[in-house]
């Protein structure tokens, strides 16, 4: 028997299952030469397969802005494709998709920027199934969200880090 509230589960005994949670939200952070980004990006995972290597399929979104350095700002616009290998915690992902850029007041021409461009990253993602239970007496609570870090590099972004929580 369980109850279910916005952020918690509560069971009468201890669950057993390790789902992934199939939604993330992030900030996502990331530099090249000359440029500077911030984004929020939302992702879906389409496919998940807990029992092989290659686990999940998915689609992320992401709006943000991007600076030149020492000149303008403009809006950027990201969507990938992505996969992650690995069990358990720790995963290698691979996303690849396309970022268009608005430039809003500094001169396409001077910055050499293209506004679409390929994307392609290739990250470290931390992410846990949803398996933590904390006992209550009887009762176990299990939060309904779960931490999840990425890091890596790519093009056009050099570097790249994520920050987020799965829902």
């Known amino acids: 028997m369980s109850m279910e509230t916005g952020l918690c589960q509560i069971h009468l005994h201890e669950p057993v299952s390790e789902k992934l949670m199939k939604n993330a939200g992030f900030i996502y952070f990331w530099t090249m030469p000359e440029f500077t980004s911030i984004m929020g990006q939302y992702e879906r995972v ?12 998915g689609i992320r979104l992401g709006i943000g802005s991007i600076k030149e350095w020492g000149n ?16 358990k915690s720790h ?11 608005f430039p809003e007041s ?14 392609f990253t290739l990250s470290y993602r931390y992410q846990k199934p949803l398996s933590r239970v904390f006992p209550i007496g009887s009762l176990y609570w299990e939060p309904n969200y779960s931490f999840v870090f990425r890091t890596g590099i790519g093009f ?10 799965c829902f």
């Open 106 to 119: 500094f001169e396409e021409s001077e910055l050499g920027l293209q506004p679409l461009l390929p994307s």
């Open 72 to 87: 303008g700002i403009g809006i950027n616009c990201s969507t990938n494709i992505f996969t992650f290998f690995g069990k």
């Open 91 to 101: 995963h290698l992902e691979i996303s690849t998709g396309v970022i268009y850029t």
């Open 156 to 165: 056009p972004e050099v570097i790249h880090l994520g920050l987020g929580y």
């Open 46 to 57: 389409i496919i998940h397969h807990s029992t092989t290597f290659l686990n999940s399929v």
